[in-house]
Every structure is written in structure tokens, then in C-alpha cells.
């Protein structure tokens, strides 16, 4: 009989960086951290990190990231300590001085379950080397038995806080990342017919959100680190589209802000399958410092179970969820049914924030490319005109390079029936061209034309009715 491996305490690196974070953003908060955690209760290069912030804590100095930098590397201890970025991610990431507390108890808790358990598997191995002859097995029990509960891991029960407790809490607002439709802790989905443009609109999205440049009117508060996930595109194509990005945009990304993982570069191997368990802990051992992360495509990247069954979506859904508790965004890239709507189970749609539509309009001819409409069909951050529908096109320049022209549905649905009208169509007609109804082309034209944007034909029947004077 031997002593398991297979338990493993690992450090709570989420609380450490909130604990660091907080040191780093409020200083403040020192007086309540000191004690309750010291160096050895944190983990690789947040250990030197904690080791530093302490040092200048005590002796008064003002900090912040720049003087925490400058500080390590006059100790010659800032590559250990994950670099001047790894240091600037904590300050992003920080947490209210009063969570602060809460984080740094639990750094301590599992730091002191990670000692518990090497004692017991000292005492494991000391009982499998000497021998006790027949107490040796039942020895060896009980200590296991003690190496499961004292396992972080196992405690998995729910925390439960009161109502005073909640409200008392000083809980960080989530942050805009590419206003006003993503935020921190956003669960999104973009879903189209196949063709339409999903991969060229997210890919115009991860670039903005890495430099923090805006699209299509949409703009980045801060360049934040992206992750972009693609299931079955080629490694060419993909940097081919990418370079376009790139060379079309005036803003630069910092380095490492946007990292791709794509199926021709994984020697052999497929990308991450994230209805698995192991998938979801092979990518993220993958995600870093990543804020967003957009997952392209889900037929690719959930592959197991059905897609038209919502039992088969829940493991996906519980791991977005835990992203979202660890402060990230997920957008989630889809087909499109025959019917316009995601393909398969609505339940997923019951988690999200977020889920826009790009449809490709009524006109629209093979030679135009990327065109096409999109559409929030939920927003649960957007109000009144964030909300509108546009109609946006790629467009290639002589030089080179790309641009994207937009203008909202309504203004491109009235300059159809201006067109078509100025053409002879009558409102019956029109309607049928651009799947409406005559009433709402006559509606339309009737405004257009009270607005100067539209003079009907004289004399015509047309114009009575656009004037007024008709029925």
C-alpha cells in the first residue's frame, strides 16, 4: 500500500494577486494585511512580490507599480518577481481594501493546508519506508484520510454571507472594456450564418480590445490582454486577416497583448475541447493575464454531447461562470440556424449578457464580401440608441489596407425606398424587395419626403399619398 500523489493543495493565486493588487492600488490596507500573511504563504514570483511590497511598506515610501519595479530591480529580484507587466497586471486587477482582508485570510488558509499536507505526507512516506507490520496499512489510512480533508480542493462547499454582510462589502464596479456593449465579467455570444463575417467582426474586436482602439464606433477603454480561441481556421488565413488588422490601424498593440491559439500550430494535437474537464484546466493553463476571451467557434470547440440538448451545455456554461467569478469576459463565437437564431439549445443564451446577430441584408450580392447587419438581440447593459442596428461593410483601399463603413438599419432601409421609389416602384412593390410592408415603406417615404430628404414624383399617386392627400 502506498501513500497517494494525487493530491495536490495548489496556491490560491487568484487571492494572492487581489491581495497584492490591493497593496499595490491602497496602500492603506497594510495595517490589517500584516500578520495575517507573510512571504512564505505565497507562491512563486508573488512570494518575491510580497517580499518587496513589505520592505517598502514598512519604511513609508510611497508605492505604486513604477516605484515597486524600481525597487526589484535594484534588487536585481524583478525577472523573478514576473516583470514590470506581471506588477501592472496586479495593480489592474486590484480589489477594495475591506475585500482585501477577506483575500488575504484565504491566502493564508490554503497556505497553511498546503504545510498540513506535506507534514502528513512526510509521516506517509516515514510509514511506507520503515514499517509498522500490520498497524502500517491502517496507519497509512488514516493518514490519507487526513491528506483528503486537509486537500483545499475538497472544500467545496458554498459561501454563504448576509444580507448586512453583503452590503457592508466594498465590491469593485465592473469595468467598461469595449463600450458600451462589453464589460468586465461579460458573458457574450456572436452568432451568423456561415460565411456572413463572424471571424473578420471578433478578430476586429480582440485587435481593438488589445490596443485599445475602437470598431465600428465602439471603443476601448484600455488595451486588456485577449485570448482568441479559433477551432478551424488555417494558421494562414488567420494571419492574413490579422496582418490587415494590424497594417489598417493607426494604434499599436503592446506586446503579448493578443494571443491566438489556432489547430495548425498545436503539433499534432487538438485545440481544447471545452465541454471536458481536462479541456477546460488544458486552456486555462493557457489564459494568463487574458481579460477577454473569445472562443471561435462552438462547434469546433464543444464537442461533446448534442448540440440541440441543453444538458450538453452545462459543463461549458459552469466554466464560463468561473471565468466570469475570476474576472474575465468570454465571447462565445456560433452558427446560425435555418431560422436566424444560434443553432441549437436556447439555454444557452440564459447565462449571457450579450448576443448579437449579423445578417446578411435583403440586397445583399456574393461580390460585396463582409456585409451585413448587426443586430442585439440581447443587452442587458444597453439602453435606447446603443442598442440600434447597423449595416456595416469591409471595404478594401487602393493602398492596401481595409476600412469598415457602418450607418445604422433605419437611415440604410430608408435610402433603399428612396432609391427604389426614384426608380418607379410602387410602395407594394418596394415592400416586397425589402421584406416589409407597404404600410411602413409609405410611413417612411412620408417622413423622408416632410424632411427634405425625398421629393415623390408630381402628379403621381404616390405623391398624394407621401402628402397627405390621399387615403
Not at 511598506?57 to 526589484?72: F, I, Q, R
Not at 465600428?216 to 494562414?236: C, H, K, S, T
Not at 492574413?240 to 488588422?245: A, D, K, N, T, W
Not at 440600434?388 to 492596401?400: C, H, I, N, T, Y
Request: some cysteine; charged content about 20%; overall charge neutral.
Amino acid at each position: 500500500m502506498t501513500a497517494s500523489r494525487s493530491l495536490h493543495a495548489p496556491g490560491n493565486t487568484d487571492a494572492e494577486h487581489f491581495v497584492l493588487g490591493a497593496l499595490l492600488s491602497r496602500p492603506q490596507a497594510w495595517p490589517q494585511v500584516r500578520g495575517l500573511v507573510q512571504a512564505e504563504d505565497f507562491s512563486g514570483a508573488n512570494a518575491v512580490v510580497f517580499t518587496a511590497l513589505a520592505q517598502l511598506l514598512e519604511s513609508g515610501a510611497a508605492v505604486d507599480y513604477a516605484t515597486l519595479g524600481e525597487h526589484l530591480r535594484a534588487c536585481g529580484r524583478l525577472e523573478a518577481a514576473g516583470g514590470i507587466h506581471h506588477i501592472a497586471q496586479l495593480q489592474l486587477d486590484a480589489v477594495a481594501p475591506g475585500n482585501c482582508v477577506a483575500h488575504a485570510r484565504i491566502v493564508a488558509d490554503y497556505a497553511g493546508r498546503r504545510r498540513l499536507q506535506q507534514a502528513l505526507r512526510q509521516g506517509a512516506d516515514a510509514l511506507q519506508t520503515q514499517g509498522i507490520g500490520h498497524i502500517a496499512p491502517l496507519l497509512l489510512d488514516e493518514v490519507q484520510h487526513a491528506l483528503r480533508r486537509a486537500d483545499p480542493e475538497q472544500d467545496r462547499g458554498p459561501r454563504v454571507c448576509s444580507a448586512e454582510e453583503l452590503l457592508k462589502m466594498e465590491l469593485p464596479p465592473r469595468q467598461v472594456l469595449l463600450a458600451p456593449w462589453l464589460l468586465s465579467q461579460s458573458l457574450a455570444m456572436v452568432h451568423a450564418w456561415r460565411g456572413v463575417g463572424k471571424t473578420h467582426f471578433c478578430l476586429n474586436i480582440a485587435h481593438a480590445l488589445a490596443s485599445g482602439g475602437s470598431f465600428l464606433g465602439w471603443r476601448a477603454v484600455a488595451a486588456v490582454p485577449v485570448l482568441y480561441i479559433d477551432g478551424e481556421m488555417a494558421a494562414v488565413d488567420l494571419q492574413q486577416r490579422l496582418e490587415q488588422i494590424v497594417a489598417s490601424s493607426p494604434i499599436r498593440m503592446p506586446k503579448n497583448h493578443l494571443r491566438l491559439i489556432t489547430p495548425d500550430l498545436q503539433n499534432n494535437q487538438p485545440v481544447p475541447d471545452l465541454s471536458t474537464h481536462e479541456g477546460q484546466q488544458a486552456l486555462e493553463s493557457r489564459i494568463g493575464d487574458a481579460r477577454v476571451i473569445i472562443a471561435d467557434n462552438i462547434s469546433c470547440l464543444v464537442r461533446q454531447g448534442k448540440e440541440n440538448e441543453s444538458e450538453s451545455w452545462m459543463p461549458v456554461a459552469a466554466w464560463a461562470l468561473r471565468m466570469r467569478a475570476l474576472g474575465r469576459s468570454v465571447v462565445f463565437v456560433h452558427h446560425a440556424g435555418k431560422g436566424g437564431q444560434q443553432r441549437g439549445t436556447s439555454k444557452r443564451e440564459d447565462l449571457l449578457d450579450t448576443v448579437i446577430a449579423l445578417k446578411r441584408p435583403n440586397d445583399y450580392r456574393s461580390e460585396q464580401g463582409a456585409r451585413f447587419e448587426i443586430h442585439f438581440e440581447k443587452a442587458r447593459s444597453l439602453h435606447g440608441g446603443d442598442a440600434q442596428s447597423m449595416e456595416v461593410q469591409l471595404e478594401k483601399l487602393p493602398d492596401g489596407t481595409q476600412r469598415w463603413s457602418s450607418q445604422f438599419c433605419a437611415d440604410q432601409t430608408e435610402q433603399q425606398m428612396i432609391e427604389r421609389a426614384n426608380l418607379g416602384l410602387n410602395y407594394t412593390e418596394i415592400g416586397q424587395e425589402l421584406g416589409c410592408h407597404r404600410s411602413t415603406v409609405m410611413r417612411t417615404l412620408k417622413k423622408a419626403a416632410a424632411e427634405g430628404r425625398y421629393k415623390p414624383a408630381i402628379g403621381g399617386k404616390e405623391e398624394q399619398l407621401v402628402l397627405g392627400e390621399g387615403a
